[in-house]
């Protein structure tokens, strides 16, 4: 399809154990996003790559998480040794530039389940 | 931090009532975003607003961006259960990185036929 697609759908892991989201944009976008929301709670930032430039890395919530973006196109996010706390649904974006006048399409998201 | 405070948290209502979604924070925001979020699925972007005082309207959907452009509000007429869903406001600011959009915990709706 045209539209954000993230993989897998549905993971459940053992705590411990590592993770790895996959995240393809719509193809021409330069900005991608990545999203984590929680049971109740709004969507919380994690982090944001444009273009070429260097990622925005601030909403990271510990150095378990990681993410990276191959060729300007497809991204990964990891998660090492996974806790229950991760539990959330993560959500990948993106949009042609900054979401700044421009629309931000979010995927379906990978809802992450650690027990 | 910035935080953006939705309510109600949840709302239940009979079609064809009218609604309004408040979305306050004590920050300025260079603009601001509602979403529309249905289960299983990415948030949906139904508007962006950007200067102070700002109204908008989408068929039955009205926002409002505040004066001082801390707060919003969307307000539904006439609501059909296809409004069923979680609407996000979610605040954009200038300051900070193109890409950290500071999100409300959203609306729960349910419009019941």
């Known amino acids: 399809g045209a539209g954000v697609s993230q993989s897998p759908s549905n993971k459940v892991t053992e705590k411990g154990k590592d993770v790895e989201l996959r995240c393809d944009p719509i193809?021409?976008?330069?900005?991608l996003y990545w999203y984590r929301q929680s049971l109740g709670q709004g969507l919380e930032f994690l982090i944001y790559?444009?273009?070429?430039?260097?990622?925005?890395k601030s909403g990271l919530p510990s150095d378990r998480f990681s993410a990276e973006r191959t060729g300007g196109s497809v991204s990964t996010l990891t998660i090492q040794r996974t806790q229950q706390e991760d539990s959330a649904v993560y959500l990948c974006a993106s949009s042609s530039r900054s979401f700044s006048g421009n629309t931000i399409y979010f995927g379906e998201g990978s809802w992450l389940t650690v027990v | 931090t910035q935080l953006l405070e939705q309510s109600p948290q949840f709302l239940s209502i009979q079609e064809g009532e009218n609604l309004t979604v408040y979305c306050n924070s004590s920050s300025v925001f260079s603009s601001l975003q509602w979403y529309r979020q249905e289960p299983g699925e990415g948030p949906v972007l139904l508007v962006t607003v950007v200067t102070g005082g700002e109204v908008k309207k989408l068929k039955r959907l009205t926002f409002q961006f505040g004066d001082a452009r801390k707060d919003s509000s969307l307000h539904i007429t006439a609501a059909q259960p296809g409004d069923t869903g979680l609407y996000l406001c979610?605040?954009?600011?200038?300051?900070?990185?193109?890409?950290?959009?500071?999100f409300g915990k959203g609306t729960k709706l349910s419009v019941k036929p």
């Open positions: 193809s021409g976008h330069t900005a």
């Open positions: 979610a605040g954009a600011d200038q300051r900070g990185s193109q890409g950290n959009l500071i």
């Open positions: 790559f444009q273009g070429n430039s260097a990622p925005d």
